[in-house]
């Protein structure tokens, strides 16, 4: 089974490179499953039903989500009727929406999807360790096919999550910080890992953002409304091939394409 993760989709020049470049990505690595971070997709910040749809009808089957879930508020409501829209599940209880899911592919295999928070720089979330641990014990009895998509900000944590999963889940992808790191591999005990995804959205900016307007708030350090940049976009993915009966990761290859 191969699978592709789209690095967090930020605005619409996120969005129409993943409709541009997924077809042939998916059709190149013949991809079974595709997984994207959709938390910025709506205007650089959030999400909204609308979009989520856009998105699944250019070829991706789960979003997952992290700290900008809620930026829309309009969302809020919307996200507990979208089964294959996640948010982090290391949230309190009582928050609305999901954080895992079983995903059924054509030929009946099932794949499990799980978003976790990071706490480092990050809110208040329960522990991803602890959280997400119970969590995969439950998914394992129904597949052995498990990705997880750990939104932090500290390499030190997200590596740290990694070998904890190691030999428990297929992969642990990282995102959040927009920048794709170069540290692909496959753990000992056969889960992929990489640090940071990266982003699909606006090749010259910062973080996704203006350049201009993140040099003027670090020169300043005066409060403004940031625009997402606009331009040639990049689409930063990784493909994980996996044994189906194992649910151990047997090759890695990280992507960084540009659009147009």
Not at 31 to 52: H, S
Not at 132 to 137: A, D, M, N, S, Y
Not at 222 to 235: D, Y
């Amino acid at each position: 089974m191969k699978i592709l993760f789209i690095g967090d989709i930020v605005g619409k020049v996120g969005r129409v490179a993943t409709k541009a470049l997924l077809p042939a990505v998916a059709n190149k690595y013949k991809i079974d499953l595709v997984i994207a971070n959709g938390e910025n997709a709506a205007g650089g910040f959030g999400i909204t039903g609308k979009i989520a749809e856009e998105l699944f009808n250019y070829g991706i089957h789960v979003l997952t989500t992290g700290n900008h879930v809620w930026d829309k508020k309009e969302f809020v409501p919307e996200i507990a009727k979208m089964d294959r829209v996640l948010r982090p599940l290391n949230y309190p209880p009582g928050v609305p929406g999901f954080g895992s899911l079983l995903y059924s592919l054509s030929n009946e295999m099932k794949v499990a999807v799980i978003n976790l928070s990071g706490r480092v720089f990050m809110s208040n979330y329960d522990c991803p360790f602890r959280v997400g641990k119970e969590e995969v014990g439950k998914l394992r009895r129904e597949t052995k096919v498990i990705i997880i998509d750990f939104h932090g900000e500290a390499t030190s944590e997200k590596i740290a999550f990694g070998y904890f999963m190691d030999g428990k889940v297929s992969a642990v992808i990282g995102t959040h910080t927009h920048v794709q790191t170069a540290d692909e591999k496959i753990l000992p005990g056969g889960t992929a890992y990489i640090t940071d995804v990266g982003m699909t959205g606006p090749a010259h900016s910062v973080i996704g953002i203006e350049v201009e307007q993140i040099i003027e708030r670090f020169l300043t350090n005066m409060p403004m409304r940031f625009e997402t940049a606009k331009g040639e976009g990049i689409f930063s993915a990784l493909v994980i091939e996996i044994d189906d009966k194992s649910g151990r990761a047997t090759a890695v290859q990280r992507l960084q394409l540009t659009y147009p």
